[in-house]
């Protein structure tokens, strides 16, 4: 596999050790909550999902890049809610992937971590996220990269304009804003896979314009559920189908102040 490519300068700051209560992260990993999502991984990638929670718990004691704190949560909230992606069928054979908005790396990280073919690129803005990101990258050995900048920019760069074949993005605005974040940067054939809520069916009626003046179409929507959750989770699938319009993204900011 290759190696991480940090695009930016990563700062470099001490990360506080786990009490020992962490250090196993065994009380709440029960391999049988959303078997159906673990089913077919090796162990050796279960234990890395464990790792990576655990790695997420520490340095968020010091830098804050999450709000969930407690292990349990954080497994089901992270780990089995990013691999729900693996549902749509998209993420299987040598692509490249794109992270829009990847906070502290979910849902990019564990799909790489479970699908090493993968080419991800992680888009965050925030520079403490990008670090951990990088570092986390490498740590696993991932086939990565990190880009410390904002979607609306790296939207209008050639390097990175319509040259993925999946974006996917969690918890970040509305539809029609981030098909308009995201879409540009994928292929004409590729497609967007958004992690979305109980009311995704409706937002998804609501965005239908500004999908296709992006050049995309509706494709599936797809229900789940969380352990420990009563909401109805789902993932949206959205194919790019004709080229986006050159003027799109609009400047920062204007996505979200203004949807399409």
């Not at 691999?83 to 990019?108: K, N, S, Y």
């Amino acid at each position: 596999m290759g190696g991480w490519e940090f695009v930016g300068q990563p700062t470099h700051a001490h990360t506080p050790t786990l009490p020992s209560s962490f250090s196993s992260v065994s009380l709440w990993f029960n391999i049988n909550k959303m078997k159906d999502v673990l089913d077919g991984l090796i162990p050796e990638q279960i234990e890395q999902l464990r790792l990576l929670i655990v790695e997420v718990l520490r340095v968020n004691q010091q830098f804050n890049l999450t709000a969930v704190r407690d292990a349990e949560e954080a497994w089901n909230k992270h780990i089995l809610d990013s691999l729900q992606g693996l549902q749509t069928g998209l993420f299987e054979g040598h692509r490249r992937v794109v992270d829009i908005g990847a906070g502290a790396g979910f849902p990019g990280l564990p799909l790489a971590l479970v699908r090493p073919e993968l080419k991800l690129t992680s888009l965050e803005a925030t520079r403490k996220k990008c670090d951990f990101i990088a570092a986390t990258g490498a740590k696993f050995n991932l086939n990565a990269k990190t880009i410390c900048d904002r979607a609306e920019t790296i939207g209008q760069n050639k390097m990175y304009r319509e040259s993925f074949q999946v974006a996917i993005a969690r918890a970040v605005g509305s539809v029609a804003e981030v098909c308009e974040l995201a879409l540009p940067l994928v292929k004409v054939g590729g497609h967007l896979v958004l992690w979305r809520g109980e009311r995704a069916p409706e937002e998804l009626a609501v965005a239908h314009g500004a999908i296709k003046q992006l050049g995309g179409a509706p494709g599936d929507v797809l229900p789940y559920d969380l352990p420990g959750h009563t909401l109805k989770y789902h993932l949206i699938t959205i194919n790019k189908i004709t080229p986006t319009r050159s003027q799109f993204p609009r400047r920062i900011g204007l996505p979200k102040q203004r949807p399409l």
